[in-house]
Nanobody, 124 residues
Framework: QVQLVESGGGLVQAGGSLRLSCAASGSIFSINVMGWYRQVPGKQRELVARITTGGSTNYGEAVKGRSTISRDNAKNTMYLQMNSLKPEDTAVYSC??????????????????WGQGTQVTVSS
C-alpha cells in the first residue's frame, strides 16, 4: 500500500509564496512521474507541474515562471515552490505519483496514486 501525503498548504496573501511537499511512503519499488495538480469545485483538474525521475519538468501555463517543481528521489519526496501567488491560484493541490509497487499474486505493477490534497487559499 502506498500513501502520498501533502503538506505546506494554507492561507497566504496575494504576492506571497508557499512551498508544498508530497511524501510517498509504503511498499514502493520505484516512483516514475510525479506531479502536482489542482482543482476547484465544479472545474476540471488542472496540471500545475510534473517531474520525471530524471528531473525533466513541465508546467501548466497558469503557473509558468512562478513555480518550481523538484524531487528528492532518495526520500521519495516532491516539492512545489510557488511564488507571486494570485487569488486565482486558490485550489486544492493534490500530489500524483506513478508508482511501481509489488503485487502478492503477480509481478510488480505500475499504478497511479493520489494524495488527499492540501488547500491553498490566496487572499486579496
Amino acid at each position: 500500500q502506498v500513501q502520498l501525503v501533502e503538506s505546506g498548504g494554507g492561507l497566504v496573501q496575494a504576492g506571497g509564496s508557499l512551498r508544498l511537499s508530497c511524501a510517498a511512503s509504503g511498499s514502493i519499488f520505484s516512483i516514475n512521474v510525479m506531479g502536482w495538480y489542482r482543482q476547484v469545485p465544479g472545474k476540471q483538474r488542472e496540471l500545475v507541474a510534473r517531474i520525471t525521475t530524471g528531473g525533466s519538468t513541465n508546467y501548466g501555463e497558469a503557473v509558468k515562471g512562478r513555480s518550481t517543481i523538484s524531487r528528492d528521489n532518495a526520500k521519495n519526496t516532491m516539492y512545489l515552490q510557488m511564488n507571486s501567488l494570485k487569488p486565482e491560484d486558490t485550489a486544492v493541490y493534490s500530489c500524483y505519483a506513478d508508482v511501481t509497487v509489488p503485487n502478492r499474486w503477480s509481478l510488480p505493477t505500475s499504478r497511479d496514486y493520489w494524495g488527499q490534497g492540501t488547500q491553498v487559499t490566496v487572499s486579496s
